[in-house]
C-alpha cells in the first residue's frame, strides 16, 4: 500500500501504524474484528520461574497500558 501498489489493506494496527507512507484511517467495526491474543506460561521444568514471573509481571503491568496502546495493542484482563 505504502509503494502505492493497493488502494486498501488491512493489517494488524501494531504492523502498520509506523510505516511510512501509509496512513490508518480507521479500524474495523467492533463486530468485524478479530485480535490476536498473546498468552503466556511459565514451564513446570523452568530453571528460573522467579525470572520468568517478574518479567510477566513487567509486560503485563497496566501501568504500561498506555506504552502498548501507543504500539497498536490493546490489553485484556486476566
Do not use: C
Not at 3 to 17: H, I, M, P, R, T
Not at 20 to 46: D, E, H, R, T
Amino acid at each position: 500500500m505504502a509503494k502505492g501498489n493497493a488502494d486498501v489493506g488491512l493489517y494488524l494496527l501494531s504492523e502498520v501504524q509506523h510505516v511510512k507512507g501509509a496512513a490508518v484511517v480507521g479500524l474495523l467495526p467492533q463486530n468485524l474484528q478479530s485480535f490476536v491474543v498473546y498468552g503466556s506460561a511459565i514451564p513446570a521444568n523452568s530453571t528460573a520461574p522467579d525470572a520468568a514471573l517478574t518479567f510477566l509481571k513487567f509486560i503485563s503491568d497496566p501501568a504500561r497500558q498506555s506504552q502498548w496502546k501507543a504500539a497498536g495493542f490493546e490489553m485484556t484482563g486476566g
